[in-house]
């Protein structure tokens, strides 16, 4: 079964700084997706990136990118500018890519955001 | 608006009532998810449909645990027998397959559970 960790509770950054949240996962197939999500406080859910396993190139949307470690499954994000509207529980998540396993995400722990003004 | 609803936000129950709650999906989304999120955890799955067939259950779906879409439109999840443990926020998320490979789930903003 596979499994996603993320070590860092919290974080904390000083508004337009960099940070980067860290995510390892564990799995024996080959092909899959990766996800970060992010949750506001009292609000719903909502995907910042993806990530295709087989794309060695990593995405970027915006002020977010990845850095996707295959070989190391490892999948961290990057939030760079950081803004006061970035404070949230950011959740990495994972899906396989096999059919019958319906694309249900596996999520992590999370790893709750606060940015300093 | 085109996003994801659940009805109620709140339940407030006592131990042993049954509660239902609703997921209206993207309208056209044939796939539709439930999660189980506890206070500073990550999102558990439960259930998911394709259309109105329920494809997969996962074991945190006890017995007491039934969900339901007709017609492949809204779904509902009902708990009978309510326990505290079941105190959670009960997350839905639909996606479209067919033109999404990446199988992008949209969630809605959830129904708070507590069981006194």
């Known amino acids: 079964a596979q499994t996603v960790t993320q070590s860092q509770p919290e974080m904390s950054v000083q508004e337009a700084e960099t940070v980067t949240l860290s995510c390892t996962y564990d799995t024996s197939e080959s092909d899959y997706y990766l996800f970060w999500y992010k949750q506001p406080p009292s609000r719903q859910m909502i995907l910042v990136i993806r990530q295709e396993a087989y794309k060695q190139q990593n995405a970027t949307e915006n002020r977010f990118s990845v850095n996707f470690q295959k070989a190391a499954k490892s999948f961290s994000l990057k939030i760079s500018d950081s803004q006061l509207g970035d404070a949230a529980m950011y959740f990495c998540?994972?899906?396989?890519?096999?059919?019958?396993?319906?694309?249900?995400?596996?999520f992590g722990q999370g790893t709750e955001l606060s940015v300093k003004p | 608006d085109t996003g994801v609803s659940q009805n109620p936000r709140h339940k407030i129950t006592k131990r042993g009532q049954n509660v239902t709650f609703r997921c209206d999906p993207i309208s056209e989304h044939n796939r539709l998810y439930w999660y189980r999120q506890t206070l500073g955890q990550g999102p558990e799955f439960l259930t998911y449909?394709?259309?109105?067939?329920?494809?997969?259950k996962s074991r945190l779906l006890s017995d007491r645990f039934s969900a339901e879409r007709p017609k492949g439109s809204f779904s509902t999840l009902e708990i009978q027998r309510t326990e505290q443990g079941d105190s959670a926020m009960y997350l839905c998320?639909?996606?479209?397959?067919?033109?999404?490979?990446?199988?992008?789930?949209?969630f809605g903003p959830g129904t708070r559970l507590t069981v006194l």
């Open positions: 449909f394709q259309n109105e067939a329920q494809l997969e």
């Open positions: 998540a994972y899906r396989s890519s096999v059919y019958n396993q319906g694309g249900k995400l596996i």
């Open positions: 998320a639909s996606s479209l397959r067919e033109t999404n490979p990446y199988n992008e789930q949209f």
